[in-house]
């Protein structure tokens, strides 16, 4: 059985940092493209950053220079390092993890307000 889960949200100040985890199992975690993706209040789920099996990654317009996507395989967990936050970075947090199929986190709550 596969499980994605997230864990490092919470309420922090804006300028402030966090850096939420993702730890699968039950899947052969080196293989698979990993992603973060975010919604927040009212908006459509966004693609937040992407790193694949070779390491490459690659980021949303918005988040670029404040974000870093990262991955451990012998830990089978991927990482967001969020710097610099701001209100609009306000959302649920969702964990992904992509090959033949894709499975999902149930998500960590990140608010950025003063």
């Known amino acids: 059985q596969v499980q994605l889960v997230e864990s490092g949200g919470g309420l922090v100040q804006p300028g402030g940092s966090l850096r939420l985890s993702c730890v699968a199992s039950?899947?052969?975690?080196?293989?698979?493209?990993m992603s973060w993706y975010r919604q927040g209040p009212g908006k459509e789920l966004e693609l937040a950053a992407t790193i694949t099996s070779g390491g490459s990654t690659n980021y949303v317009d918005s988040v670029k220079g404040r974000f870093t996507i990262s991955r451990d395989n012998a830990k089978n967990t991927v990482y967001l390092q969020m710097n610099s936050l701001k209100p609009e970075d306000t959302a649920v947090y969702y964990c992904?993890?992509?090959?033949?199929?894709?499975?999902w986190g149930q998500g960590t709550q990140v608010t950025v307000s003063s």
């Open positions: 992904k993890a992509a090959s033949v199929l894709n499975y």
């Open positions: 039950g899947l052969f975690f080196s293989t698979y493209t």
